[in-house]
């Protein structure tokens, strides 16, 4: 690939994605047993089948008394059903038994009355209600049948999943192992955090950012630090993060200026180097993609708000894929009115960002005014972002627009 | 408290709310120290101020050469301007540096022209473009200025928070610790996930489930095991969770049966004990809650669907506040159409579990139908919930709902 003075040639987002994800083969991650109380969050690798129905027997949904409910039949709070209490053993015509919610119903009952609608008087009980067949019975099976797919491997673990494989009697699954994620900053200019910068220096931020955005996909980032811009130095850390890592993410050095390095080191290091470079987006126009010994390598812009949205658009997809998931997993979208005019480029897919708030019951999503993509303060003040489209120069006032969140909406 | 039989008097759920919250008086929780990297999710304690303005100097925002704006006035591709290229030094009248992304700008300059609209002619440069003054610089301080708030107390911190503060140099942090939540469940009828079930004993899932949701929260669960439905053992337990931890759920023992322990020992171990028993809501009508030793405990259903209700409703709202968080953190609310009508009970607030998909553009919400709310699997095949208030008998088909998400939507 010939790199054009000033990006004269920019991809679209779109073909940029399309022709950086077909380079790329997707291997299964290796799978990994963890217990069931540490998997919140893991990719399940396999289905988990009911081993047996669930539940395993007809039970009670209330607590009450198991009755045949042809006994109840026109039983009203004026005409009740007298019926007799027995302690054990099959339930026959006018017997009932005590059961609580969950306890199995005996045999011969079909129905459950529910405790204030009966009232006990010695050894008998006054049934005003008519019941129907099944009625206040969990049946057998109801809920998940033996030697069905409970779960389905590619599902991102919630509590509510690991419930029911809990109730399955499961209690160890096999889930992806957690896809690695190799960061390095370039930039004379750096320092890390924690150190003593001289005046013309800067804190590194953006591993830091690339990190958290990886932690909170359950992915595990690994730091390769901070390279000078130097071609050799730059080829040494890719060539390690590539052979620890499932794939690469830089930040930096991916301008158009002598110190474009990086896209120079991925040609260098492997095929086929360099696939995208100058993508017609707005921030992270610089943004490059490339592929060597098989991996992804993604190259962010130094910048920390074009590099979250060089991540966002291009290392969250394919990190999704990596992780093994079933669907992409996309930001929540939530439809609100735009508070005031946005003008953006032709030509440009452009990522306003925006800070939601709701007022009066409707959501209404104001643009954060930007300079440019260095203000790592717009992220903090927005809590989302709206696509403006190649084809569209901007946004009006009032107009409705799908805001995708990467932060809480407050509720007035 | 007299609870009445078969719940006679149900309190609403704003009610249950309201007077519940107004008894507990949350305590801050202590703060700790950690390094940024390990803070992401953590409530921050203390505003994080800026030491010193962000960017520290005025500083390139491109690649590029470093001018006096007023210099280029005029210039266009085709009557440019010459311009000559010094390397050190202040930068005088027609003189140019050349300054990478990020480089502070030199004395004597107020813009930058970017590489590509300028042409390197030996030590002299073509300039293309009329600069404003300002041009491609980020001004110091644009980002953040000394002694300005960066972030706020009470702030989750997500991946552009920690951007933030590290850009300022602040590599440790105050967070508040996080919230003890112990979890006891009752019943003879379970026994714990990795041991042998008799035929009628079932498996305990909601402790799982409750801990997950703690998780989901950063929140830190405590396991306090499963009581049998034995008053002083539920008493004992109970002490102990009030002991360790800021807050005890209990999960069964709390229908109006015999076997109605918890809110029973809850009164016993402490004032004001039991302050709700009932609430208007379906599923989780039998939802308790009560103070002891000023903590709040809160006593859910044994079904686990009704469990994570009353967790949701209840509990979640009070650990946002535990977390010391600014404002409560709710679900995304996605606005959808209802598939098909759903009916309801009068007087009854409820949570219709729905799967929320996406087609043609267009989001819909398919209600999950369920008999029980001993059925899961409802929560598995659902990403959602929509509220129908207690002066309404349902929804009618078509209508638009905001759905309240608690996993992910596949996008099609």
Known sequence: MVRLKGFQKLTSVDEAQRVFFSKIHIKKLKTTCVPL???????????????EDLPKFNRSAVDGYAVRAEDTFKASQFKPKIIQIIDKGEIGEKQAKKVWTGNPIPKGANAVIMLENAKSVGDQIEVWVSLTPGENVSQKGEDIRKD?????????????HLGLIAALGISKIQVFEKP???????????????????????????KLVISALCHELIAEPLDLGIAEDDLNEICR????????????????????????????????????????HGVAMRPAMPTALGVANEKPIII???????????????????????????????????????????????????????HVFQSNGEFFAEPVSARGSGIISTMTRANGYVVVPENREGLAEGESVSVRLFDTVETS
């Open 37 to 51: 109380h540490s998997a919140l969050n893991r990719i399940l690798a396999e289905d988990v089948i009911a081993r």
């Open 148 to 160: 069905e797919v409970a779960v389905e491997a590619g599902t991102r673990l919630k509590p509510h």
């Open 180 to 206: 690695k994620i190799a960061i390095l900053a370039t930039g004379n200019e750096l320092v890390e955090l924690g150190s003593k910068p001289r005046e013309d220096q800067v804190f590194e931020v953006n």
């Open 237 to 276: 850390k890719l060539r390690t993060g590539l052979e620890m890592a499932d794939m690469v993410i830089t930040t930096g050095g991916t301008s158009v200026g002598v110190s474009d390095l990086v896209p120079e080191a991925v040609n260098k290091i492997g095929k086929p180097g360099v696939i995208v």
């Open 300 to 354: 962010l812009s130094g910048n920390p708000v074009a590099a979250m949205f060089g991540f966002e658009v291009f290392a969250r997809p394919l990190i999704c894929k990596l992780l093994g998931l079933k669907h992409e997993e996309t930001r929540p979208i939530i439809k609100a009115k735009i508070s005031k005019k946005v003008t953006s480029a032709l030509g440009r897919k452009t990522f306003v960002r925006v």
